[in-house]
């Protein structure tokens, strides 16, 4: 399915919202799925604030999110409006030491 211009849109602006957004399931103080419970536990022992986006409120950014990115799973993580990765991703980059330093902005 295309991605409506509405919906990029969309998208694109929640991206924007935050230095640090997570598109997941559920929200930060209740996650509906493990994968998003993982994102949660990692981001909060780094950041004391971040945006959530719940995409089980919304199926038309649930579905939009994936083209979005050419990601097929939620959820996804994004820093400074790039998109970083789903939890795979996150739970390496957190065990690599990564992700604190992105998280924090002091990179480049």
Known sequence: ?????????????????DRVVLFMKGNRRMPQCGFS?????????????YTTVDV??????????????QWPTIPQLYVDGEFVGGCDIVTEMEQSGELEPLLEGKTG
């Open 37 to 49: 419970a993982q994102v949660i536990r990692i981001l909060d022992s780094h950041l004391p604030s």
């Open 56 to 69: 089980l409120q919304d199926p038309e950014v649930r579905n939009g999110i994936k083209d979005f990115t």
């Open 1 to 17: 399915m295309a991605l409506s211009e509405g919906t990029r849109k969309r998208i694109q602006d929640l991206v924007g919202s």
